[in-house]
């Protein structure tokens, strides 16, 4: 039976949250595959409580689903129960989590060397979360890991903090001006907080396939977007890891040709946090009023999000890389109002023309962008719940961006509720 991969097609923030959960009714298991608590999924239920998600997957909101934070994930011990705590708080279920053996632990000193990089950096800096990502990733690579299964023999956590710490310290002090870190102290604060959460500790890789086995439906959650891919998108400005979809069988240890359906998650304009190339970023009021009216700040770190208009450059990228078979649009509620709605649908770069997204960076960076003008509508759209029932010059701005695109807009959002969804064509068949 299908597994479906949900990823966002742009650079993070396109309301992944909302479409997890809405398809977390006709699924059994909701799986994040990449990516901590560098994210942030708003979800909104309909008696108007309004979730924070930042590790944990949005399934946890829906009845009768399994969670699984997969070996792709790097997972703060401390941040996953302050997440946990905040759910039981709100009287949500939290049994139906499990957390891969095999996923690595973000460590204090990874939060300490991704925020002392970041303000060495200055004004090269990514723009980081500042959550440790980026140095949890690098040891993985390294081979110098802690992971989630090392939290179940004292001995060899303890050994690993230690190895670590006598090159980490050295950095922190020698490079850094910061005070050294003590591995006793580092290896107890994480073995205490990982026996809270040991009896989710799973083989989540065999659990998942033989959830698939049985005939069972789940949902591959990517975190961040298409262009913060590591492989695929604008570099260095990007995370650590791989959200595109070919990221979710490497993160979740499921065959590739278990995935039945890629959903894009496309805003119906473009937002982007921290640093890096943005071809239709609108630095004007305009701008502003994009930002204000879709509520644009950061759910994680509370910065504000840089905005522009509709790239279609970047979508025809998205589906092309991920293999994307239909999008989720959302906030297209955001753009009733405005006279004219603006497309980008090539760039020039240094005197050519191009409508594919440039090979080098230099030339990303270069990029101005080509609009197209589509007529704007006034009327507020959020009860909408047909897709007739949109304005006209709504609709046709839908059928631009499929066309432009190159896949079907199977739903749309039109205001930030669970219920404000237009659905267009199922996804899961
Ligand atoms: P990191 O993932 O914390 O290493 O940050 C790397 C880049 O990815 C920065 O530009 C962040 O702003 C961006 N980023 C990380 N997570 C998210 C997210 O969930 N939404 C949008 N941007 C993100």
Redesign the pocket.
């Known amino acids: 039976m299908p597994a479906i991969v949900l990823i966002g097609a742009q650079?993070?923030?396109e309301g992944k949250g909302k479409a997890t959960d809405l398809l977390g009714d006709q699924v059994q298991w909701v799986v994040r595959y990449q990516?901590g608590n560098?994210?942030?999924h708003t979800v909104v239920l309909p008696d108007g409580q309004n979730f924070a998600l930042k590790l944990i997957p949005s399934g946890i909101l829906t009845e009768g689903v399994t969670n699984v934070i997969g070996n792709g994930v790097v997972v703060d011990p401390g941040a996953l129960l302050d997440e946990l705590r905040g759910l039981e708080e709100k009287g949500v279920d939290t049994s139906r989590l499990l957390l891969s053996a095999d996923a690595h632990l973000i460590m204090p000193y990874h939060i300490a060397i991704?925020k002392v990089t970041e303000r060495y950096l200055g004004s090269r800096k990514?723009?980081?979360?500042?959550?440790g990502?980026?140095p949890c990733y690098q040891d993985k690579v390294a081979r110098v890991g802690v992971r989630v299964q090392d939290l179940l023999d004292e001995k060899i956590l303890r050994q690993k903090v230690e190895s670590a710490l006598e090159v980490k310290n050295q950095i922190l002090v020698k490079v850094y001006n910061r005070k050294a870190l003590d591995p006793a102290q580092v290896a107890d604060e994480v073995l205490a907080q990982g026996e809270q959460f040991a009896k989710r500790i799973a083989d989540t890789r065999l659990e998942l396939n033989k959830a698939l086995e049985a005939g069972e439906t789940m949902l591959l959650e990517g975190?961040?977007?298409t262009l913060?891919d590591v492989d695929h998108g604008t570099y260095p400005?990007?995370?650590?890891s791989n959200p595109t979809s070919g990221g979710a069988s490497a993160g979740s240890g499921i065959g590739p040709g278990r995935i039945s359906a890629v959903l894009g998650i496309l805003k119906a304009y473009t937002t982007?946090?921290?640093?890096?190339p943005f071809p239709t970023e609108l630095t004007d009021e305009m701008g502003e009023h994009l930002r204000k009216v879709g509520g644009e700040v950061?759910v994680?770190?509370g910065r504000d999000r840089r905005t522009g208009w509709f790239d279609a450059v970047i979508a025809r990228y998205a589906t092309r890389v991920n293999g994307i078979t239909d999008y989720f649009l959302t906030k297209l509620d955001v753009l009733s109002g405005l006279e004219s709605v603006p497309i980008c649908v090539g760039y020039e770069v240094d005197g050519f023309h191009t409508e594919d997204m440039p090979m080098t960076q230099t030339d990303v960076h270069h990029a101005v962008p080509v609009y197209e003008q589509l007529p704007g509508w006034w009327e507020d759209i959020s009860e909408c719940r047909r897709f007739e029932d949109l304005p006209k010059n709504a609709q046709a701005y839908v059928h631009r961006i499929e066309e432009l695109s190159g896949a079907q807009v199977s739903a749309i959002g039109v205001g930030p509720g669970r219920d404000q969804t237009i659905t267009r064509h199922d996804i899961i068949r």
């Open positions: 650079w993070g923030d990516g560098n994210a942030g991704d990514i723009g980081t979360t500042g959550r990502i980026g975190s961040q977007g913060l400005f990007v995370t650590s982007r946090v921290g640093s890096g950061g994680n770190t």
